[in-house]
């Protein structure tokens, strides 16, 4: 340093300096560096667990691309775990055969660890209105590239709950495959304070993506309880669909009961208004008959008289006026009859209505989907997993399946 009141500069170290320099190069960058170098075919892969009673067997082979023959490692306060292995190497080739539907062999087999988030959640959903209390435990799985620096739990799978993380790989045993080969971590996932902060993100998730569905009729006013079998209330249902068309039966007979009660007592009165006018008909007719003889028998003996022939003509017209009362009330009864079948047709089509509603309730059932209230959702745990998984090759072809499900989940 120069000092101008001094005769000669003075030479200083100082303890801390600022440097314009690039800062330290993250994991992906020292990745895209080295990116093509390999390391030597002799190099041996580490043993899964040194618990274990009898040392692991060498097994020597090329590391696959983006993997490393070390576990990868985070910060101080990320406790990296392990999913187990429950898909055994001799089962790949079976459950690949069951996939691609003939034998399969491959040319190459390795065994990776890959890194992903493991969360444990309690989800309450709760409808006070049905009375619905259901809890719905949340296993999920996520697994996100390694650019990605917010990872998506939409994208994240389903495990059963029963699967839980370990502080070690368990050893596979012997078996014609290489690895274990790590993948490195994504940049998200070094601190635990990234951690922390994709567990609060997880509980957007669950508060937006996590549903109840249940199956409802509303015309029965009737829903499937959360854990009631389909066929159980298929059984309710229909039960109830019987009764409610049971009820509607009943409700449209009484309603049509009355109207048909009405024509069937007018149908009776003209009934007996047309037997009163046929026996007043044939009284009528019988004096018609005598009064004309009584006329034709006294013209034979001489007697002109006008009187018995006015009488006549005003029986004939008595006669003839109870033959039309006669008329008058058969075409009324006839007309009561064709309204009385109209009503019984149009009730019998309101039953059939009624029953073809209520045959198939079924079809008239929504579903509804319950969402949880965010002060119902507990995330409980997220941790930072390596997935065991099985890479398996033959010809150009390649396979990945998870190797911590025995149903040969393939990804």
């Known amino acids: 340093m120069h000092n101008v009141h001094a005769s000669q500069p003075v030479l200083f170290q100082t303890r801390w300096a600022m440097s314009y320099l690039r800062g330290p190069l993250t994991r992906i960058q020292v990745h895209e560096l080295v990116h093509g170098q390999h390391p030597p075919e002799s190099a041996e892969a580490i043993p899964l667990s040194s618990q274990s009673s009898s040392p692991a067997p060498t097994r020597t082979a090329m590391c696959p691309e983006g993997y490393s023959q070390k576990p990868p490692s985070a910060g101080s306060a990320v406790n990296i775990r392990y999913l187990p292995l429950l898909l055994s190497d001799e089962l790949v080739a079976a459950k690949l ?5 003939k034998p399969f062999v ?49 994208k994240a799978i389903p495990i059963p709950p029963a699967i839980s993380s370990e502080d070690q790989p368990e050893a596979p045993g012997a078996g014609k495959f290489s690895g274990p080969w790590f993948s490195m971590l994504p940049d998200a996932f070094n601190t635990a304070k990234e951690i922390t902060a994709m567990k609060r993100k997880l ?83 019988q004096h018609e008959l005598a009064g004309l003889g009584e006329t034709v028998l006294g013209f034979f003996l001489g007697r002109r008289s006008t009187r018995g022939i006015s009488s006549a003509l005003t029986k004939r017209r008595m006669t003839a006026r109870a033959r039309a009362e006669i008329e008058e009330s058969q075409q009324t009864i006839e007309e009561l009859q064709h309204e009385l079948e109209s009503l019984e047709e149009e009730l019998e089509k309101e ?51 998870n190797g911590f499900q025995t149903d040969g989940f393939s990804r």
Do not use: C
């Open 97 to 101: 055969s069951e996939k691609t539907g």
């Open 106 to 154: 491959a040319d190459e087999l390795a065994l990776l660890y890959e890194p992903a988030l493991k969360e444990d959640a309690d989800v309450y959903v709760t409808d006070r209105k049905r009375d619905i209390q259901q809890h719905i435990p949340v296993s999920l799985l996520q697994s996100p590239g390694r650019d990605e620096r917010r990872p998506d739990w939409k």
């Open 203 to 285: 509980e957007d998730s669950l508060y937006y993506t996590t549903r109840l569905s249940i199956n409802v009729h509303h015309g029965l006013d009737l829903f499937q309880h959360p854990e009631e079998p389909y066929q159980t209330f298929l059984i309710r249902l229909h039960q109830k669909a019987s009764e409610q068309r049971d009820i509607d039966i009943d409700a449209i007979e009484e309603r049509y009961g009355k109207r048909i009660e009405k024509l069937e007592q007018a149908i009776g009165k003209e009934e007996r208004e047309l037997a009163a006018d046929e026996t007043e008909y044939q009284a009528r007719k």
């Open 351 to 401: 039953i059939a209505v009624i029953t073809e509603r209520w045959e198939h309730p079924e079809k008239d059932l929504i579903t509804e989907e319950l969402a949880p209230r965010r002060t119902d959702i507990d995330v409980r745990n997220v941790e930072l997993v390596l997935v065991p998984l099985w890479l398996a090759k033959r010809s150009q072809e390649e396979f990945r399946i």
